[in-house]
């Protein structure tokens, strides 16, 4: 394998030197790593999809960017309420550090999905009054334009 294509296509990658290039297959991360069903990965597998839901919402609704959780919420065009805010980055730390240590399990782990549930439908609550406020200015700076 070319390691200058391996590196080109893998962000962040850098091929160790004390390998041969001809053994370092094995070292390259796939792109898509979460298709990877380890068994750590299957029990992470509820974790994974509700903090999903978070992660697009923010990015559809709020206009947030980046990779993560984190970086949308840094990112947002139309802020978050605070409270809520640092309750995220609370939830989103506790998914980084469960599926970062393989050995590390979720402390009250059915309290934590709920609390993320109850995340979701908060910031989807937001986004549908903020959208449907948006909606209602709209049609009546139409009107008033005579439209």
């Given amino acids: 394998m070319n390691p200058s294509l391996v590196s080109s296509a893998t962000p962040g990658f850098r091929p160790r030197d004390d390998i041969h290039p001809d053994d370092r297959a094995g070292d ?9 069903k380890t ?18 919402v923010l990015a559809r609704d709020f206009g ?9 919420l840094d990112s947002v065009r139309h802020p978050v309420p605070a409270r809520l805010d640092r309750r995220l980055r609370y939830l ?8 970062n240590e393989p050995d590390w399990e ?3 782990r ?25 909606h209602l200015l709209h049609r009546w700076l139409a009107r008033l334009s005579g439209g």
Wanted: glycine fraction near 6%; proline fraction near 4%; charged fraction near 30%.
């Fill in 28 to 36: 390259v991360i796939p792109l898509y790593q979460h298709t990877v």
């Fill in 92 to 99: 989103a730390a506790v998914r980084n550090k469960a599926l």
């Fill in 110 to 134: 059915e309290r934590y999905l709920a609390e993320c549930r109850a995340a979701a439908i908060r910031l989807l609550d937001i986004g549908r009054r903020r959208q449907r406020r948006a």
């Fill in 106 to 108: 979720i402390p009250q």
């Fill in 64 to 72: 947030g960017k980046g990779r993560g959780i984190h970086s949308k």
């Fill in 39 to 56: 068994p750590h990965m299957k029990a992470m597998q509820d974790v994974l999809d509700i903090t999903a839901v978070i992660d697009s």
